[in-house]
């Protein structure tokens, strides 16, 4: 019962009343029908206050057809995906496998059902004839019922989605298949998907016809009209024109009368509306502090399935909303919360340090070894990459196991709850975004200048790294909560914020030496890896010796460099 997640590459048509596409007419590709149609039946579920549609997912338990089981819906780096674990033998129970993903993202409230779809599906295999199949084509008849109200909506669309791992241009395949679609008079959909049409988002679609509870067709939302209805309506409306003409004459002093009330109507109608008022400034707090707890809720849940770029994300994220609480601090009303709230978040961060290295090493590791050159075998790099891919993903089991565990979960409920009910204090409140904004670099400010430059009596290569790290970490975090300015009305003074670009360059200077900090770590943790298990050192010796070398030359710039920047800090003062 593993679950599995593949992309969803597809489009989907408006289909007319009696539009039928030629196949025949594709010069290329070449359609197959399968012999039965499938009758599919779906439940979606969310909480009560929509806690995973606020995220974008869809959660459904589908029956029928060959990918029958539990399904969640998510759009990742504008990819949409989709998650499959088998049906239980209790079928209407959710499994583990799938209430692990999402936990994170349901706010501790129970998952309730919102909607049935069920789906008469005619399925077209699509066939290249030097890639094979490349597509399926579903003609779906669709009828969803919305559960708290038993309003259901009716509609027909053909959707095309790609077979994964297909070598025929997407492009091509596409194209060719929308030339016949759209010749048969078909559209493209705007539908955002089936669950939001079924909840009634698009009841305003000429493709949807909603009926009530009763099975009566509600008003307003009528079958699209055949061409012969629209013929008679046309004749009807040329006839009511020529009537109107005619009566026009005896209209015409009640017209101007109606006109001259018309126009007082049209002022009273053409009253300026009253500007909306700008958020204050806890208003503006508290959603900066809502955004940054559900920028975690999102990238931890990335990492539980296993999108590619999400430990750096998640990482990103925990120490965005670090910032915030840094940069709040004294101005919260309860700083002792802010403070256990920022444990929280730096406690995360730290739970996937281990997998951030491995992931690091296992991109490096090549490009050192090509940097070798002749001097490292082909042999030995094979063997060193295996070593890290095999450490990558042992950091990534570790570090899943801990996302999945209960103190982590309760860990994202207790960092929700502070964070939900954090408030500005009293005077605070009544400052200006730009004020309190200036309050907030000043903090962030204060943390890097007590850090200052290496000092003098610290030689140590170690004792080094270690104040580097941290007036490099520092410098991120006014990086990261900096950027509260761009997505709010919060504001510093141009002059706190002069620094950022002179800290670019640093950031990227002190990155690469903990990058090599991390390799040199690595290295030797494999050279006492090979000597337990009596492999050969030699090669991990020469990258390791290279590495050391590299470690101390970065050293010595970063440390020139961190001058350099405190420099500027006093010239700034």
């Known amino acids: ?50 806690s995973l549609a606020a995220f974008g997912l869809a959660l459904r338990r589908r029956r029928g057809g060959p990918d029958e089981g539990w399904h969640l819906k998510y759009r990742a780096a504008g990819v949409k995906h989709e998650v499959h674990v088998p049906l239980l033998r209790t079928a209407d129970r959710l499994p583990a496998q799938m209430r692990q993903l999402i936990s994170g993202l349901l706010d501790d409230q129970p998952l309730e059902p919102l909607a049935v779809l069920r789906n008469e599906r005619q399925v077209l295999q699509v066939h290249d004839p030097e890639h094979g199949r490349v597509a399926e084509i579903c003609l779906d008849d669709v009828r969803g019922t ?14 095309v989605e790609l077979v994964n791992g297909t070598q025929a241009d997407p ?45 009566e067709q509600l008003p307003g939302t009528q079958p699209e009209d055949s061409s012969e209805d629209r013929a008679e309506k046309a004749s009807s409306k040329g006839k009511k024109g020529k009537k109107d003409k005619k009566d026009g004459g005896k209209k015409g002093k009640k017209g101007k009368k109606d006109k001259k009330d018309g126009g007082k109507k049209a002022k009273r109608a053409e009253a300026v509306p009253e500007p909306e008022s700008e958020p204050s400034t806890g208003q503006i707090v508290r959603t900066a502090l809502f955004g940054a ?39 919260l009303a309860n700083p002792q919360e802010a403070a256990e709230a920022g444990r929280i978040v730096r406690e995360m961060s730290q739970e996937l340090s281990a997998l951030r290295d491995a992931e690091v090493v296992e991109q490096l590791l090549p490009l050192r070894a090509e940097d ?29 196991r801990r996302l999945l565990s209960s103190g982590h979960q309760q860990s994202l409920r207790d960092l929700a709850e502070v964070l939900g009910r954090a408030r500005l204090s009293d005077s605070a409140a ?11 670099a000043e903090r962030w400010l204060e943390t890097i200048r007590q850090l200052g430059p290496v000092p003098v009596e610290v030689v140590q290569l170690d004792d080094v790294l270690v104040h580097v790290h941290a007036v490099r970490r520092a410098l991120r975090l006014f990086s990261f909560g900096a950027e509260v300015f761009d997505a709010t009305p919060l504001r510093a003074r141009k002059s706190q914020t002069t620094i950022l670009p002179s800290a670019e360059g640093y950031l990227e200077t002190c990155g690469d030496l903990m990058d090599c900090r991390v390799m040199d770590v690595w290295y ?10 009596g492999g050969d050192r030699y090669g991990v010796g020469i990258l390791h010796g290279r590495e050391r070398a590299l470690l101390e030359a970065s050293t010595e710039d970063s440390v020139l460099i961190l001058e350099e920047l405190f420099d500027q800090f006093e010239d700034e003062d």
């Open 372 to 400: 070798a050159g002749e001097a490292l075998s082909r042999s030995a790099a094979a063997h060193l990459e295996t070593m890290a891919r095999e450490n990558r993903e042992a950091q990534a089991a570790s570090a899943r």
């Open 430 to 440: 009544e400052r200006s975004p730009k004020k309190l904004g200036s309050r907030m």
């Open 146 to 159: 919305e559960s708290a109200t038993g309003i259901t909506r009716v509609w027909q669309e053909h959707e």
């Open 293 to 331: 707890v559900r920028q975690i809720q999102w990238m931890d849940f990335l990492v539980r399935i296993g999108a590619e770029p999400a430990v750096h994300g998640l990482r990103r994220a925990a120490r965005t909303c670090e910032a915030l609480l840094i940069g709040l601090g004294p101005d």
């Open 171 to 215: 492009q091509a395949v596409f194209d060719e298949i929308q030339t016949v679609l759209l010749a048969a008079g078909l559209r493209p959909s705007a539908s955002a998907a089936k669950i939001a049409r079924t909840l009634g988002a698009e009841d305003d679609a000429e493709a949807v016809t909603v009926i009530g509870p009763d099975g």
């Open 1 to 50: 019962m593993t679950p599995s997640t593949q992309p969803e590459i597809e489009r989907k048509y408006e289909v007319p009343a009696g539009a039928e596409p030629v196949w025949d007419d594709m010069p290329r590709l070449k359609v197959e029908p399968e012999q039965d149609v499938r009758s599919l039946e779906a439940t979606y579920y969310d909480t009560a206050t929509g």
């Open 524 to 533: 030797a943790s494999a050279a006492r890896s090979l000597v337990r298990k």
